[in-house]
């Protein structure tokens, strides 16, 4: 794996758009506040650096400027090293270079405090959580807004956890929240299942389809498919796979907040699975329902669901590379320490 694969690439702010969810829309505030607390203390070291206040001459306001950081740096404090990495060139890191690339300042761990920069694997973490979060919410979009009807039982269990997970967003004791968080896990854990077992139960009826065209006509003439059946069919198995899409959006934030990378992209392995099963089944019944444009030019992410794959994987592996590198722009680097609010 090359550098440039080995480099993470995180914004210096999050954006989200709006959502209907209450709950998810509380959930990205606390996310943004911790990433923004987190990388205001990376910012805070350098100011802490004798000659950051020198390099600040040379900082224009309206310029970006790349903060590049070795991830291993809490590691190593864990451990008591504590030493800085070098890059392939030889350079110490972090350094800061402006949109040119060209070098601005450098961090040394003599010459300030290396707590400062202990958190820089929760940045990245927050940081590749939200841009799953946007993929998903953009697939639960084109799938939610076709459904009507009743949730099951099976979706009252996910929605029993996600009032679980509120409640810990909302506790202010951090170990009553924890049990929460931990608590919802559990159900929202078991609730996917059970959902992506009734999934599978509820479409065996497109295995009973016809498979060509001229099937489809010859079964049509002798009323061997009711097109209105299959409508209902369809819909109802959508709205356990919007469930499905929500409850991995709740695991991914909560294993966030808890800062457990490893179970995250674990988190994700059974929806990837469910999207690639159910996309394959969506092509064939697509075939039977009445012609819809919205759902035609909308909804067509079963016909390419490994697009959607290959985009929550990019952000997942990203997670393993070794350097953080972190676009600010030069009036965030130029603000003085008592300006920065990290309450």
């Known amino acids: 794996m090359d550098k440039e694969q080995q480099i993470i690439n995180v914004q210096s702010n999050l954006t989200f758009k709006q959502s209907t969810d209450p709950t998810l829309e509380l959930s990205k505030k606390q996310l943004t506040q911790r990433y923004d607390y987190n990388l205001n203390q990376v910012v805070n070291g350098f100011r802490n650096v004798p000659t950051f206040y020198e390099a600040q ?26 030493e800085w990495n070098f890059d392939k060139t030889g350079m110490m890191l972090p350094t800061i270079k402006d949109q040119n690339g060209s070098f601005v300042c450098q961090a040394r761990l003599e010459e300030t405090n290396p707590i400062n920069f202990s958190n820089v694997n929760d940045i990245a973490l927050q940081s590749t959580m939200a841009a799953i979060l946007e993929q998903l919410e953009l697939l639960n979009e084109q799938v939610s807004d076709v459904l009507r009807g009743q949730f099951t039982d099976r979706i009252g269990v ?25 608590q919802a896990v559990s159900e929202l854990n078991k609730g996917r299942r059970q959902l992506i077992e009734s999934l599978g139960a509820k ?6 389809l016809p498979q060509s065209s001229f099937k489809q006509i010859f079964y049509s003439l002798f009323r061997k498919v009711d097109t209105n059946k299959i ?14 899409i929500k409850s991995s959006n709740y695991l991914g934030l909560i294993y966030e907040e808890l800062g457990e990378i490893n179970s ?13 099963e159910y996309a394959i089944k969506m092509e064939k019944v697509a075939e039977f329902l009445p012609y819809n444009p919205v759902i035609e030019n909308q909804y067509i992410w079963y016909k390419n669901p490994e697009k959607i794959i290959e985009i929550i994987d990019s952000h997942i592996h990203k997670l ?3 350097y953080i590198e972190i676009q600010l722009a030069g009036e965030q680097l130029l603000l003085k320490k008592e300006e920065v609010n990290l309450d």
Not at 62 to 76: A, E, F, G, H
Not at 203 to 208: G, R, S, Y
Not at 231 to 244: A, K, M, R, V
């Open 57 to 82: 001459k040379l900082i224009k306001n309206d310029s970006l400027y790349k903060v590049i950081i070795p991830k291993n740096i809490s590691k190593r404090l864990d451990d008591g090293s504590a």
């Open 158 to 182: 996910i929605e029993g956890a996600i009032d679980t997970y509120k409640q810990a967003l909302l506790a202010r004791d951090k170990n009553i929240s924890k049990q929460l968080l931990t």
């Open 203 to 208: 479409t065996k009826f497109i295995n009973e």
């Open 231 to 244: 409508e209902g069919e369809f819909l109802e198995t959508q709205t356990i796979f919007d469930s499905i």
């Open 264 to 276: 995250l992209k674990e988190s994700f392995v059974p929806l990837k699975d469910c999207i690639n």
């Open 320 to 322: 393993d590379a070794e």
